[in-house]
């Protein structure tokens, strides 16, 4: 039996009745299906399976200086930190997504704020979290009695199921983003939480973390932690090294050497020293620096990002957007958006992203160059 | 500085006004979030990070015998099948999800049916499928060409991005149970779809499948397929090895051996010859059979399951919910709601979870034993 | 600083002197080191850092209907098998080997030999091992109790440490071929051992082992197995599947589909069915059918092979040598030594290779084709 | 048919007379055997499947200040370093291995020495090798033409299949250790091996290497490089970093926490900063530190090791060994003999091993405590 082109053009028909003006049959069946808890496949595939991903996320911009920082003081005079809220975060809310506390639908990020000799208690979730700190210290985070010092341009990584919480040991506030996979756990129907004491295990505010004085030296393992680690175990990767690797990558391309993603694009991935994988099993975070007078060939991926300024000012666009940004501000780049960044003074961007779902589940795909 | 008990009582009392009475300074506050795109945490922590999961998805039933397929062949007589619907296929939506034709949040469950000589396109999509048959024959799934035969307990796994069409070569309808992760990769926004022929590429209907013909070998692998694989290459699992199986390990049992998941409870997973995980990077599926008078101890995980009865009568329950349950009867399990299973005269039970999502990512839990 | 074409001429010249007359000052140095145990690498460094891998091993051919069987035979009258001597086996002693028997650096290859009711003592070693059955039956493998029938074709893997003793239940000797690493492990200095019961902890004699059916089903796990599975846990394979998987891929090649090696080379690889990986971490087992008329490319591997003539007749080269083949002639293929096969009335080959080691110590090349 | 026990001693009666004196029919059986280029296992087992290992190396000690240093020295002036004999490398020669240049069955460790000025040549093979420097400075070794500065305390891995060579650029002679898998590679015949270029790429002497500037930050990925990587990128640990991961080690043991491998014992393995696993596929490397007063529990492993001290001074026993070293010692410790070191003043010592073979390959076992 063949199809003869007639056929297909009565099935396209068809089909397109079934959606717009379904006989008097078909309005029974549909009351039916929904009677039943039933849904046709023939009226839904177009949202279903589009040709491309195509995001109820949109891109969007935070402002740093004149939104999210006001915002947040703003509650520190207002809001208490304590049992039952837990945290004084405030979260980004994707436009695209209905009012929901969610950058992307896989990542949470929020603009977090603690007082000067304030304490967030402490609790432990399945969510894996970090803090990156854009200015300002003064915050000590413990993560299972192990007080990890905040200060600029670190990245604290806090896998899900470790005891944490936060103190201010300092006369000034504080502020930082959280990073989460909080909308995926709550997708996935995967969390648990258990609140633990009200203050923090420890006042203690050292410099280093004994994580940092176990796990940080550049390729080295102490003897005593051999066993698989999903997570990394160490809890504080800090400014100096990410500075020092970034400029080494750019002093390397002047030299002559491949080194960079791209020209005058200098790259880091934060890795599991115990694994060299990602810091946890579903986020990934980054850092890059566009050097002056530099911009990023345009790039698709699947799954979303969030990126966070944390000096210089640029030009980004992320599909139909495009912004002038600078220290501080976060944007969301959707899944299969293309992103491009230039800057004439150089830019150093924080980033991270739910890839490690996608790699791990197949599921990646990723197109670059100015054909896209 | 020393949280007291008061002290602890008045944040709570706080925090608690926070979220149902707020004052003028904190109504301006939210509106201002509500402006900036932001939503603070502490209002919505109640739902996001719950001590255990609540999924929105609820336990549910869908007849087999009186629903779904008198429900199918109505649609058979009313909608036609080609390109722009795709296929005739029906899905499971959970009540707990708002109208959206998901079984669960994660998996997608469909009854599809195909007339006498009818035709489903050629396409190709991200999305990991598979075919289970609970009853009749006589369709053909070609999968990149290569035919292969649906009859009453195959499983015939199709993994994404792989070209496929189907064609009903007898006289008589066939409907059977589509298994899919849509629900995932629209939530992933990771989807791509691609039309192909509208017609199979062949009518060809032999027994065995090619990838029957490499792979169905217990133990061996053809030498030239020996590089990654993270899919099945194995399109069929017949029902005439999952039976033998399962009555093999009743049989050991009765011998005195181990072989059982627990007396009585036969189980199987279908895995990927290639790695000996799962069928498909988001996708798992096992059948069990339960033995006549047996019972299965309560079972909490987390991520979520549908079940189909291939065949018997049994008592099926699924956290507050219960039923009884007979052939072609499907049923949901959300994510950590306890499952028991009895059975008077044997059931067999065929099964498809998110489980391999939830254990890549490491967030995969599970309790057994009647305290849960 | 320059070398001269001269200065490197001298070099040469005085590194040649180095090893051939020593100067009076350079036989005391190397008098000294003697003195210490220290060797110096400039006079062994030819030996040890060839262009190309150098076995000391030799392509060899030892005959079965003329040579093995009957030896094996004879000492079935002449030696008994008991506590102690473990086992009758006869191994294969590679010419090059100085002796030791050894068929390849790495691999042992021996005849077994039971006679009528006589029983292989039950012990335990780190020694992975299996057995291969080119003619006869009769005699079960105990693993860990469970009695295993040996019969022609079958391939029956038994990793290390695992408890195993042999019984002959019928009225006939039988004969077949132990492979095993003990090569590998005597050299890496890693073999336990120990001796259990005088005698098999069952007589019992069923067709199919237990493990078979529990893990004999194509592409099915038993759940209750899920751990990780270093070696097979499947004991036996059985030739009917052997030989199916090699007639299809025939079947397939000549229907127009990819499926044999090169034409008319059919092949299989033993697996792991809860890794898809080799069957043991050290041994690597195949099934090669070579088709009337066909012959084999030419292939060099890094590491050697045991090859076993299970059916057929045919010429093979292995470097310079040499031979015609028939049923039952073992030959084995140093590191890096060309191998030809070529058939006029096909040619059924079991081989087995130390390629595990090789691949996993990222030490494993080949080349294949005329050129080499 | 029962086994009784009489029957069993005369078993065991009859295997000793089948190994000491046999028949006139066992004698013509053996003598066939040897002319087919056959071997009984009856006669052999003893050796080959000892009860646990029992390695043919035998503990040694290697005196650096009177035993190797002279005579690398004196080797400077009577050996060139060119062309053919490729390294002025002297290797340690195990008593128990009948003169062959190598430590221990897998391990080669030899002292290498380059006088002011001198190249050693450009070449490269399969065996891993690495560079550990007890003494000295002022050479570098260019690998794929980036230069690494050589100074004490200083590990530097080079895996298999890099082009490198050294120079010294400095008017003082310098002493190191090589390490490498020659014998390993010998034995398994898996070795390649190219001569380059008689003189390295390039003189440049800068304090840090390109791939240090690339992957010496910890815990931070250059985005160019995220693919497989079988052995380290990093081409120098340096001493600051070690010395620093050893002291936290005990300050933190000081202060109470875990992150010590026994009190006293600080210990840290190199790692492959892109997979946290051992810098090469046959090698592992580690540095120990046991404190002043501090001593180790005896300690058994399958597989061997080479340990040089670095500083200090203490009494090790290996087996039934026991000396009292000092810094540029060097030992070896045999597979399955028991380690232990104690040290008054504090013992800083760098180990090797073939680890990664044991363990890959499932062989690796170990044992600690008083009773082994």
Redesign the interface.
Known sequence: ???TPLR?I???M???N?MSAP?A??AE?YD??RQ??????????G?????????R?VP?L?RWRE??LP?AR??G???????????????????GLA???FAT??LWA?IQYLNP?E?APVHR???NAFRFVVEGEGVWTVVNGDPVAMRRGDFLPQA?WNWHGHHNVSDTPMAWIDGLD?PF??????????PGP??VETRDAPPRS?SE????????????H?GP????P?LA?RWE??D??LA??L??EAEG?????EPGHA??????????ADVM??LRA?FHRIAPGASTAPRKE???SVFQVFEGTGEVSVGEAAWRVERGDLFVV???QALTVATDGGLDLFRFT?S???E??????TETGEAI
Chains 1, 2, 3, 4 share one sequence.
Do not use: K
């Open positions: 039996m063949i199809l297909l009565l099935h396209s068809a089909i397109e079934l006989s049959g078909l069946l039916g299906f039943e808890h039933l849904v046709a496949l023939w009226t839904e595939i949202d279903l399976m589009p040709a491309s991903p195509r995001s996320a969007h935070w939104g999210l915002m703003r509650a005079e207002l809001v208490p930190v304590g049992r039952g809220g837990e945290r004084r975060a405030i979260a980004l809310a994707n436009p009012g929901a506390p639908p896989t929020a000799r304490d979730h399945t969510q899900g909080i756990q709550h997708y996935a129907d995967s969390t648990f939480f258990e009200d203050e004994r004085r176990l796990w940080g030296h550049p390729g080295l393992r102490p003897l005593t051999l680690a999903p997570a990394t160490l990767y090294h990410t020092r690797a080494e990558q002093e390397l050497y491949p080194a960079t993603v790259a880091v991935r934060y890795a599991n020293p115990a694994t060299g099993p579903t980054e699947t799954g979303s959707p899944s299969w739910d490690p779902i996608l791990q589940l197949h599921q990646y795909r």
